[in-house]
Nanobody, 127 residues
């Protein structure tokens, strides 16, 4: 089983930046597709970004494309989400997730396809 722990959330003004980290432990991390999702109060969990285990295939939600960047360091067993030009509508709890049930060649954007989740980190963007 893979354990995931997010960090890096906080309060930032609109236009600012944050970098979220997701530290993984347990089973071989580097072979899994990884994703970031977020959930705002009263809303369903939504896809933010995901990539294959090689990082060669990357997907972004339209709402964050051009502002957010997902990356991974397989030596450090860590996935990152660099968030620039943050907007108030980016306010949510952000979760990282691992898809350990299939080869991580092609990432998925569906939350139900991910079977390992972190506890989440709060990101609040003030206007």
């Amino acid at each position: 089983q893979v354990q995931l722990v997010e960090s890096g959330g906080g309060l930032v003004q609109a236009g600012g930046s944050l970098r979220l980290s997701c530290a993984a432990s347990g089973r071989t991390f580097s072979r899994y597709a990884m994703g970031w999702f977020r959930q705002a109060p009263g809303k369903e969990r939504e896809f933010v970004a995901a990539f294959s285990w090689t990082g060669g295939i990357t997907y972004y939600a339209d709402s964050v494309k051009g502002r957010f960047t997902i990356s991974r360091d397989n030596v450090k067993n860590t996935v990152y989400l660099q968030m620039n030009n943050l907007k108030p509508e980016d306010t949510a709890v952000y979760y990282c997730a691992a898809d350990t049930s299939r080869p991580g060649i092609i990432p998925t954007t569906k939350p139900n396809d991910y079977d390992c989740w972190g506890q989440g980190t709060q990101v609040t963007v003030s206007s």
